[in-house]
């Protein structure tokens, strides 16, 4: 498993917040995806998406609720075609797997397309530790690769690296020092990118889609990279969550069209690229061997959960974490894991544990723009608060408790606020106590904690001098009603 610092939350968020020049980015690129977003669905029209999303919903419930038979079916197809199907429990087997394919056969440069489930495995260090030099050939993973860093965002790994930082690094690591522009980076790097490509003996990749009846594993990507991945290597290698498998090619389209739309505002993305297994005798190129590995690696345990279970329809188009009021502030590294924003505020507490991811749930305004701009529907709100309550209630699978103050605090504003003559009892008393503080509508510093961690940077919004009861009640009178 790749190194967990989801309990570093409150620390690494609270450091972004105070880097002025992150910040400028994160506004500027997270509100360009958005609109992107956006402009792409009115182009389709708002109806037929929301068709469209509908479908892909009921695709994916119907697949989850069938998952062994839609698994059996694609393990028998891939084997048909030649391939290796292998089951991975958690990310130790996973590796393992990996590790006895390349040591076996001597593979020593791997050459890997963008997966984000390599990245929960911690592939690359593993890889380095057996003798097998891997190479990531997405530009952003590249990037972050080379600056030893994990994926800021989803689909854009490198999206926190000014140009200057990039050129800085290419500089230093690939001894390609002062490129002024893009053009010539992307260009420095296709150069040594390209020598790696030719010679490599493993190509490893994730899957955007498995489909079931054909044996199918579909990449989507927009650099080309992938097919290298899978057409040049003599062995290739994909791997990826139990949960991509699709049923049919005609339910695999309607992916195809809300993906990239709900990613990055295109009509498609530049490569579909399908894997039907090793080559044939009539193929010109492809893999000698084909090893599929599917990977649960905590998985079971969101299909086992009615609440959670929704959140193995994420398709990974990274939609929720653009429009996230969070995410937009704090960024991706401050999550602690591979999968940062709302989506990954529900998924890591459950893969890597909820004892050590419990402010995640809590990262959140609860506005339910996630839910949305979500090409699936899935509806993150309603997981964070399940989560929450699994936190301050215990849960049956963790020892999790919310801290006594916490649970004292909540248990004391459920009671307030199920009582009127309570409530009014307590508005009368915060009156009072906000009295000396207030100026107008708004109290800009309160002495007390934890009131004084609020007002540090920003005011708090004053009670109103006559509550909603009083107001409703008077407008009554005035109408005489
Ligand atoms: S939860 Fe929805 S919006 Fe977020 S990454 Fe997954 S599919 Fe995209």
């Known amino acids: 498993m790749s190194e967990v610092k989801t309990q570093e939350f409150r620390r690494a968020s609270a450091k972004v917040l105070a880097n002025a020049k992150l910040q400028s980015y994160l506004g500027r690129s997270m509100g360009t995806f958005d609109g992107a977003r956006a402009e792409a669905i009115e182009e389709i029209s708002p109806e037929r998406w929301e068709e469209l999303r509908q479908q892909g919903r009921e695709i994916k419930r119907h697949t989850l609720d069938n998952l062994d038979y839609y698994l059996e079916m694609l393990q028998e197809r891939v084997t048909a075609n030649g391939g290796h199907v292998h089951f991975a429990k958690d990310a130790a087997e996973a590796r393992a797997i990996v590790g006895q394919i390349a040591q076996t056969r001597g593979l020593k440069l791997a050459i890997k397309s963008k997966s984000m489930v390599s990245e929960e495995m911690g592939l690359n260090p593993f890889l380095e530790s057996i003798g097998t030099e891997p190479v990531e050939t997405d530009l952003g993973e590249y990037i972050?690769?080379?600056?030893?860093?994990?994926?800021?965002?989803?689909?854009?790994?490198?999206?926190?690296?000014?140009?200057?930082?990039?050129?800085?690094?290419?500089?230093?690591?690939?001894?390609?020092?002062?490129?002024?522009?893009?053009?010539?980076?992307?260009?420095?790097?296709?150069?040594?990118?390209?020598?790696?490509?030719?010679?490599?003996?493993?190509?490893?990749?994730?899957?955007?889609?498995?489909?079931?009846?054909?044996?199918?594993?579909?990449?989507?990507?927009?650099?080309?990279?992938?097919?290298?991945?899978?057409?040049?290597?003599?062995?290739?290698?994909?791997?990826?969550?139990?949960?991509?498998?699709?049923?049919?090619?005609?339910?695999?389209?309607?992916?195809?069209?809300?993906?990239?739309?709900?990613?990055?505002?295109?009509?498609?993305?530049?490569?579909?690229?399908?894997?039907?297994?090793?080559?044939?005798?009539?193929?010109?190129?492809?893999?000698?061997?084909?090893?599929?590995?599917?990977?649960?690696?905590?998985?079971?345990?969101?299909?086992?959960?009615?609440?959670?279970?929704?959140?193995?329809?994420?398709?990974?188009?990274?939609?929720?974490?653009?429009?996230c009021p969070v995410y937009r502030k704090v960024g991706g590294h401050s999550y602690g894991w591979v999968y940062p924003g709302p989506i990954g505020a529900v998924v890591s507490p459950v893969l890597v544990g909820l004892e050590r991811s419990k402010d995640l749930p809590n990262a959140s305004s609860l506005c339910g723009a996630c839910k949305d701009v979500c090409p699936i529907k899935i509806n993150i709100p309603h997981m964070l608060l399940k989560l929450r309550s699994q936190i301050s209630e215990g849960s049956p699978t963790s020892s999790t408790k919310a801290s006594f103050v916490d649970r004292i605090t909540s248990k004391g504003y459920r009671r307030l606020m199920s009582s009127p003559r309570l409530l009014g009892m307590a508005r009368t008393l915060g009156l009072l106590a906000q009295w000396p503080f207030s100026r107008g509508s708004f109290i800009r510093r309160m002495p007390i904690p934890p009131f004084s961690r609020w007002t540090r940077t920003r005011d708090m919004p004053a009670l109103a001098p006559k509550s909603f009861r009083q107001v409703w009640k008077e407008r009554l009178e005035e109408e005489g009603r």
Request: glycine content about 8%; hydrophobic content about 40%; some cysteine.
């Open 144 to 323: 972050i690769q080379l600056a030893e860093e994990t994926p800021f965002h989803i689909i854009a790994p490198a999206m926190h690296k000014s140009k200057e930082e990039v050129s800085e690094l290419f500089g230093e690591k690939i001894g390609r020092p002062n490129l002024q522009d893009i053009e010539a980076m992307a260009g420095a790097a296709r150069e040594v990118l390209r020598e790696k490509l030719v010679s490599a003996d493993m190509g490893i990749t994730g899957a955007n889609f498995l489909v079931a009846e054909t044996g199918t594993v579909t990449l989507i990507t927009n650099e080309g990279n992938g097919r290298f991945c899978t057409s040049v290597p003599r062995v290739l290698v994909s791997i990826t969550g139990m949960e991509k498998v699709v049923p049919s090619m005609e339910d695999l389209a309607t992916f195809i069209r809300l993906l990239p739309r709900a990613a990055t505002g295109q009509r498609i993305s530049s490569y579909v690229t399908h894997v039907y297994g090793p080559k044939r005798p009539e193929d010109e190129d492809g893999p000698e061997e084909y090893h599929l590995i599917i990977v649960d690696n905590g998985r079971s345990k969101l299909l086992a959960d009615p609440d959670l279970r929704e959140a193995l329809y994420c398709i990974r188009c990274g939609a929720c974490l653009n429009t």
